[in-house]
């Protein structure tokens, strides 16, 4: 079983070790030292990265024999068993999982403390951390959470590693039952939290920080809480910053007014929607008038066929205006190549709009679809007046 100097040493970055074997499956080499400073993921936390050597580590997991395998970047030929290595942390995403760490059991600590509310889980993604809370929190609750959990982090109280008995760890007074049995390690935040935990922690609370609660949302019956401490929360101010400081120079309005000046631009933006809108509708009215003026009689209806310089959009509005009437067919071709075609008739009329497009996707190319009295498509590959030349006589 190997070591783990991690257990008792977060803060050891570089170690020798001995090779106790090196395995490959499924194509990547796996390797089990004696010893190890390497966390593998487990509990919510990923694993560190680093170098035997010269060699990266790739991932580090734990088996079902209590050790603790390193995938390395190398040919299983390149390490031997009983050869001594130099292993070397990422101390960057260490310390940085050491502070999202230690700061859970903080702020799930004074949630616990101040609500009742338990943490079902904890999971440390590359940028933010989540706790899944039993009961859903108010804002205010969760502010009260933040405050609680910062003087703790300020006060810098000591962060002590135990090891105790299963018959021990049940005359104390845990925020969590353990759910392992034998020997537990137990995280000690002075006066604040006693809690069983096998990860990598700050050895003061001071070391975590700032913790600060992003955003939240209802997840299995409780809430999911986003949160941020140490290097991140930092990382997340300078983004909320600098991009509140373009909104103050985009909207020329002080800080505290940037809520209340966009709300007035979404006011105004749909106020002119609604207005273009309108508009929009009483010039595809005048259009289809205008292009009801080359209408022509025949024995199935009053065809309107003509290229006109719109889009597919356009062109349908186009096509559903002139058929409002009764007794109207609209053939309308895009001036654009490839062309977009659109086909429609009023209620009544004997005519499948869809056949129609078919024919003419079946002789020109593209593709499209619809409804008898109502279809369109595009990417047809000809002139748009030899389309009109082509459908109209399938209209007649």
């Not at 003061?204 to 600060?212: A, D, E, S």
Request: glycine share 10%; aromatic share 6%.
């Amino acid at each position: 079983m190997t070591e783990r100097l991690y257990y008792t040493d977060a803060y050891l970055r570089e170690f020798e070790a001995s090779i106790v074997r090196v395995d490959v499956r499924n194509g990547r080499t796996f390797v089990v030292l004696d010893r190890t400073a390497f966390y593998p993921t487990s509990g919510g936390q990923p694993f560190d990265l680093g170098v035997l050597d010269t060699v990266r580590i790739l991932d580090v997991l734990d088996d079902d024999k209590g050790d603790v395998v390193h995938v390395v970047d190398c040919q299983p030929d390149a390490l031997t068993a009983a050869q001594t290595v130099r292993g070397a942390i990422d101390w960057t995403r260490r310390f940085d999982h050491m502070q999202q760490h230690t700061g859970q059991h903080v702020l799930s600590a004074a949630i616990d403390r101040l609500f009742g509310v338990r943490t079902v889980s904890f999971h440390l993604g590359a940028d933010s951390s989540t706790i899944d809370l039993s009961r859903e929190l108010t804002r205010d609750e969760l502010v009260s959470a933040e405050v609680e959990a910062n003087g703790i982090v300020w006060e810098d109280r000591p962060v002590a590693v135990r090891f105790v008995s299963a018959e021990e760890a049940a005359g104390l007074p845990l925020r969590k039952e353990p759910v392992r049995e034998g020997t537990l390690r137990l995280i000690d935040v002075e006066h604040f939290d006693l809690s069983a935990c096998g990860g990598t922690h700050v050895a003061r609370t001071g070391g975590i920080g700032v913790i600060g609660i992003g955003s939240t949302e209802r997840f299995k019956g409780g809430q999911r809480v986003e949160f941020f401490c140490g290097g991140r929360a930092l990382a997340k101010f300078r983004s909320m910053r600098d991009a509140l400081a373009g909104a103050v120079r985009a909207l020329s309005v002080l800080p505290d007014a940037v809520p209340a000046a966009v709300e007035k631009l979404q006011a105004d933006l749909r106020e002119r929607q609604r207005l273009l809108g309108s508009l929009q509708n009483e010039l595809v009215r005048y259009r289809a008038d205008e292009l009801a003026a080359s209408i022509r009689p025949t024995a199935v209806g009053d065809i309107v066929a003509a290229v006109v310089d719109a889009g597919a959009n356009e062109l349908k509005l186009l096509a559903s205006a002139i058929v409002s009437r009764p007794g109207r067919i609209a053939l309308l071709v895009s001036a654009t190549t490839p062309a977009l075609v659109v086909v429609a008739r009023s209620e009544g009329v004997r005519l499948d709009a869809n056949a129609v497009v078919a024919a003419l996707t079946a002789k020109f190319g593209g593709r499209g679809g619809g409804k008898p009295a109502l279809a369109q498509a595009g990417g047809l590959d000809a002139a748009p007046s030899t389309i009109l030349s082509t459908g109209l006589p399938s209209l007649e």
